[in-house]
């Protein structure tokens, strides 16, 4: 009886770890399956993940010497955390991006540059900034805040941006990864002020970031309307030093629509950006300035 029970025993526990590699061995392989590979797949997979914000996602993506100067802990510290349901409505807005494989340019076999068009929802718009900040509370009904995205885009109401990006892709560790040089960041200074005659406070959530030529950045800031009424206002975008402007490529931007705030209403709002491949050897420095007016005290512009 006790080499039967041991018998037993032993057909269990082998039985278990049997089954325990299987399931070990599936999720590798659909892993395995849902990699990307090719330059076009891993440069695609980069920009939703930053898109996204799934900065864990991005920092598998970059190179090892990006991953060497920046490590991955310091990289999802340095960026904005999200709740379970705002990564979903992210995911639900990227769902209906669309990239466009316009080019590659390959000066060796272990390197290549390409150039895609991108058309994505602007997260920045008023409606689906709304939604997103819903989305932060745990109390929020996920199905009823996809129910209203999904409402924006049936109406037409949803806006997109639309812009071409461009990627640095080397051949590292027998895998296409996008290289960022992290090492050696330009540091980008994020300025903000309000016009005298609006009652906000408007400053950036950090005010100093790091980039790389062509690494997708993103960067917050945040707008408080002290007074009691509801005002609308605008941001004017200001890049120097001027001579290296051209170079500053703004994705998507809070300036790029009005701004209406109750009172009292505090908002968080999201800038992306990126530095053109072609800057110039030597440029270390951009400062980035956002002037908020008065929608009726805007200046007008050539």
């Not at 599936?26 to 930053?50: H, M, W």
């Not at 900040?133 to 745990?138: T, V």
């Not at 505090?266 to 800038?271: D, F, K």
Request: glycine residues 6%.
């Amino acid at each position: 009886m006790k080499n039967m029970l041991s018998q037993r025993t032993w057909f269990r526990l082998l039985l278990g770890i049997a089954t325990g590699l299987a399931v070990v061995g599936v999720v590798f392989a659909v892993r395995l399956i849902n990699t990307p590979t090719s330059p076009e797949q891993v440069a695609e997979a980069f920009f939703r993940a930053g898109y996204e914000h799934d900065y864990g996602s991005a920092w598998e993506l970059v190179s090892s010497q990006d991953q060497a100067a920046r490590s991955k802990p310091a990289y999802l510290a340095a960026n904005p955390h999200l709740s379970d349901q705002q990564a979903a409505l992210y995911g639900q807005l990227a769902a209906l991006g669309e990239f466009q494989l316009l080019a590659i340019a390959s000066s060796r076999p272990d390197q290549t540059i390409l150039t895609a068009k991108v058309r994505f929802p602007n997260s920045s718009q008023p409606e689906i900034e709304e939604l997103i900040g819903l989305a932060a509370d745990p109390a929020s009904s996920r199905s009823e805040l996809e129910r209203q995205l999904e409402a924006l885009n049936a109406g037409g109401q949803l806006g997109f941006f639309e812009g071409e990006v461009s990627f640095n892709l080397i051949l590292d560790r027998n895998r296409w990864r996008v290289l960022q040089h992290w090492g050696t960041a330009i540091t980008i200074e994020l300025e903000a002020a309000v016009d005298p005659g609006l009652p906000w406070e408007f400053y950036p959530v950090q005010p100093q970031v790091l980039a790389q030529p062509g690494e997708l950045v993103s960067a917050n800031y945040v707008a408080i309307n002290t007074s009691n009424e509801t005002i609308t206002g605008k941001a004017i975008h200001e890049v120097g030093p001027a001579e290296v402007a051209a170079y500053f490529q703004t994705i998507q931007c809070f300036c790029f629509t009005e701004q209406t705030l109750e009172p009292g209403e505090q908002r968080e709002m999201q800038l992306v950006f990126r530095i053109d491949f072609s800057l110039p050897p030597g440029i270390e420095l951009f400062r980035n300035r956002y002037t908020f007016y008065a929608l009726e005290d805007f200046p007008a512009q050539d």
